[in-house]
């Protein structure tokens, strides 16, 4: 079968194969409630999932609401957080973000997308990765991972995560707006790496201009087995 030719239809047949390849994804950030999973993404800024789930155990333990975390001694929250890099913006964001909640939000975690996004620290990615994850609604995260896959296999040409995600969003149903994304981003972990994707183990080798196949046969340079 060919194909498909439009950004639109390479869209919806990668979303169809991600969800064979990965049918189970699950947000990898650690959490039990839609609280933790906004703390959790906020610390997961320019940090990796695995080193924010070493933090988050002494934090959630330590401050297991808005309503302690708001109350909480910069000192000793930056001192938990401190590992995940940018500690002393991420002490200020989560602090304000449970100030928020008990001041704005009865101390609970929002889920529309327009008040999520109020939240210090908080913005349309980690916004809807509570909204996707924490209350199963639609959200589409545009992360690094879903960005770099979403133009190496050229569902778009931009850069800006917000048009992005829009873009995406007009090509997919709402409801499977959060599981493409979870896909996405293991696969862009797992396979299809920054500076080296492994496209011999690509389940969507045959869909992407920007494999490395092609180039590799015209070179007569056999496909690893």
């Not at 999973?37 to 320019?46: D, E, G, H």
Request: charged share 25%; with cysteine.
């Amino acid at each position: 079968m060919a194909a498909p030719r439009t950004p639109k239809g390479r869209t919806k047949a990668v979303a169809a194969r991600l969800a064979v390849a990965y049918p189970d994804a699950l947000c990898e950030l650690d959490h039990e409630n839609a609280f933790e999973l906004l703390a959790a993404t906020i610390l997961s800024a320019q940090c990796t999932d695995a080193r924010v789930n070493m933090v988050t155990p002494r934090l959630f333990a330590r401050y297991p609401d808005a309503a302690r975390l708001a109350a909480a001694d910069p000192v000793e929250v930056a001192e938990i957080v401190r590992s995940t890099g940018f500690f002393q913006t991420k002490t200020r964001n989560l602090i304000g973000m449970a100030t928020a909640l008990i001041g704005r939000f009865g101390g609970e975690v929002p889920t529309e997308l327009a008040d999520l996004v109020t939240l210090p620290g908080v913005g349309r990615k980690t916004g809807n990765v509570v909204r996707s994850v924490a209350f199963g609604l639609p959200g589409l995260p545009v992360d690094t991972h879903v960005g770099r896959l979403a133009r190496r296999l050229a569902l778009t040409v931009e850069d800006d995560p917000v048009k992005v995600e829009a873009q995406l969003n007009a090509f997919l149903p709402p409801p499977e707006w959060g599981p493409f994304s979870l896909r996405t981003i293991l696969h862009g972990r797992r396979v299809c790496d920054a500076k080296r994707p492994n496209c011999g183990a690509c389940v969507l080798e045959d869909l992407c201009p920007s494999s490395l196949l092609p180039r590799r046969r015209s070179a007569g340079i056999p496909k690893k087995s």
